[in-house]
T-cell receptor, first 116, second 113 residues
């Protein structure tokens, strides 16, 4: 069965430290899509990135980077030189190409606290 | 485009009252869904719809009804509010196809006393 695990419930670091949020997924589908969303203290949910299963290239966007490894079924998210504004809950999600209901399977989220 | 809109933003209900949370999207998305988010927990799917006239239950459907008469609107009805339904409710929409990201409304904070 499909599943997304974010084992880190809460992470606290001091500003400017690098931090990695882990995401491990399970799926039987060979074609699937992985997503990261951010939920800042204001409460809205913001899309960060999408990765499909055929593209294992790592992605970098400013201070954010994502490491997709099919061999370990992981899609980890790293923030370099963290800032207080990065404080948020981060969710990882999975969507399978064969799912005709277009469901997203969500991890439980990791609360990231960046201390000044 | 307004994206996904939800009303109201805040609501207080007494136990046993009913109400409807409104959700609308202007992106012509076929897929819409309702989630609830409780403190320290992730998103739990209540109901979803893959198109007008088609709805289905998610993980936690009890106590909620939905309908989808148009592509744009997907209201969530609480039949008889209970304190256990105190939560933040998010409506979301997504284009047809599993590669697309989901767009979320701003949420409705519901308190049932």
């Amino acid at each position: 069965a499909q599943k997304v695990t974010q084992a880190q419930t809460e992470i606290s670091v001091v500003e400017k430290e690098d931090v990695t949020l882990d995401c491990v997924y399970e799926t039987r589908d060979t074609t699937y899509y992985l997503f990261w969303y951010k939920q800042p203290p204001s409460g809205e949910l913001v899309f960060l990135i999408r990765r499909n299963s055929f593209d294992e290239q790592n992605e970098i966007s400013g201070r954010y980077s994502w490491n997709f490894q099919k061999s370990t079924s992981s899609f980890n998210f790293t923030i370099t030189a963290s800032q207080v504004v990065d404080s948020a809950v981060y969710f990882c999600a999975l969507s399978e190409a064969q799912d005709s209901n277009y469901q997203l399977i969500w991890g439980a989220g990791t609360k990231l606290i960046i201390k000044p | 485009n307004a994206g996904v809109t939800q009303t109201p933003k805040f609501q207080v209900l007494k136990t046993g009252q009913s109400m409807t949370l409104q959700c609308a999207q202007d992106m012509n998305h076929e897929y819409m869904s309702w989630y609830r988010q409780d403190p320290g927990m992730g998103l739990r799917l209540i109901h979803y719809s893959v198109g007008a006239g088609i709805t289905d239950q998610g993980e936690v459907p009890n106590g909620y009804n939905v309908s989808r008469s148009t592509t744009e609107d997907f209201p969530l009805r609480l039949l008889s509010a209970a304190p256990s339904q105190t939560s933040v409710y998010f409506c979301a929409s997504r284009d047809r196809g599993n590669s697309y990201e989901q767009y979320f409304g701003p949420g409705t904070r519901l308190t049932v006393t």
